[in-house]
Nanobody
Framework: QVQLVESGGGLVQAGGSLRLSCAAS????????MGWFRQAPGNEREFVAS????????QYADSVKGRFTISRDHAKNTIDLQMDNLSPADTAVYYC??????????????WGRGTQVTVSS
């Protein structure tokens, strides 16, 4: 059974940084794409970034390009999201997800429970 557990959220001031981590377990993810999404109060869940477990070019939402970096740590079995130059608009619950690399990451069925990121002005 696939398990995705997010950590690293918290409260940070605008301009600061946070690093989120998603611990993945339960199967081999070699042919999977791993993603980060976020959902702010009153908004729909939106795509943030994704990367294939085996490597390849990461994908980013326009709103985070140049500020967020997604990476994978095979030794720890995690997908990390480094978030720099945060703004209050980045405040949301951040979710990790995983799905077959041939399909859209938005359609992936495996999700974590999320971690809260709050950016104060």
């Amino acid at each position: 059974q696939v398990q995705l557990v997010e950590s690293g959220g918290g409260l940070v001031q605008a301009g600061g940084s946070l690093r989120l981590s998603c611990a993945a377990s339960g199967r081999s993810f070699n042919n999977y794409r791993m993603g980060w999404f976020r959902q702010a109060p009153g908004n729909e869940r939106e795509f943030v970034a994704s990367i294939t477990w085996s490597g390849g070019t990461p994908q980013y939402a326009d709103s985070v390009k140049g500020r967020f970096t997604i990476s994978r740590d095979h030794a720890k079995n995690t997908i990390d999201l480094q978030m720099d130059n945060l703004s209050p608009a980045d405040t949301a619950v951040y979710y990790c997800n995983a799905g077959p690399s041939y399909a859209s990451i938005a359609a992936a069925k495996c999700w974590g429970r999320g971690t809260q990121v709050t950016v104060s002005s």
